[in-house]
């Protein structure tokens, strides 16, 4: 039971703590209380006008992770299995992961317009580096081991690459998903014709 419970306090905590401070320690203009919060959302979730918006916004998040998934497990397995094309893009690559998003967001906006495309480059970006990032963590003595023991290159493939990169690649999807969230959100902070924030946007007003 504790384990249940244990991992919940911190979130009840923070949700009294807001339902305290608005209105008392900070005017409820600027932040509303969780119940009011609650209380809007069903609302506007019972109108019905924020379905379209938020299945734009799945739609994006749902390709940009796939597409930024599938990405990152081919380019990280092609370059973990050739050292010579590892030296070659990586420094690229690990250049590329150092430039925040929000700073080249616009020009994919620029490209690919304010449709849903322009979402799904920015999310599948940030998740094909996070995905990458975890397939290239694959323990490299394994791989001279079974060459050591003869192995070829598909047995390597088999029993080596894909076996020792699944916890790798779990790992790496499974991070991959709030940075795709991040992605679709910055893409639609910065321009978009639907989606869930702009629905905030027009809920502000």
């Known amino acids: 039971m504790s384990r249940v419970l244990w991992p919940i306090l911190p979130g009840v905590v923070t949700l009294l703590a807001w ?3 608005s209105g008392t320690l900070i005017p409820a203009i ?16 019972a109108s019905g006008a924020i379905l ?10 749902v390709l940009g992770f796939v597409f930024g998934s599938i990405a990152g497990c081919v380019v990280g397995y092609l370059l973990g299995r050739s050292n010579f094309a590892a030296r070659m893009f990586e420094p690229y690559i690990m250049a590329a992961y150092g430039i925040p998003m929000i700073t080249i967001a616009p020009l994919f906006i620029i490209w690919f317009g304010i ?7 920015i999310a599948t970006i940030m998740v094909f580096f996070i995905v990458y990032m975890g397939v290239r963590s694959v323990d490299l003595e ?14 390597l493939t ?4 894909l076996r020792s990169t699944m916890p790798y690649i779990f790992m790496g999807l499974r991070a991959g998903v709030p940075y795709g969230v991040i992605g679709v959100i910055v893409g ?7 989606g869930l924030v ?8």
């Open 142 to 155: 394994l791989v001279k081991v079974a060459r050591a023991l003869g192995a070829d290159q598909a047995q």
């Open 19 to 21: 339902q305290f401070g």
């Open 158 to 161: 088999r029993h080596v690459y």
């Open 115 to 121: 449709g849903i495309w322009s979402k799904v480059t």
């Open 52 to 61: 379209p918006d938020l299945t734009t916004t799945l739609v994006e998040l």
């Open 30 to 45: 600027y932040v509303s209380t969780p119940v009011d919060v609650a209380r809007r959302l069903v609302d506007i979730t």
């Open 198 to 205: 702009l629905q905030r946007h027009l809920l502000d007003r």
């Open 188 to 194: 639609e902070f910065i321009s978009a014709f639907r």
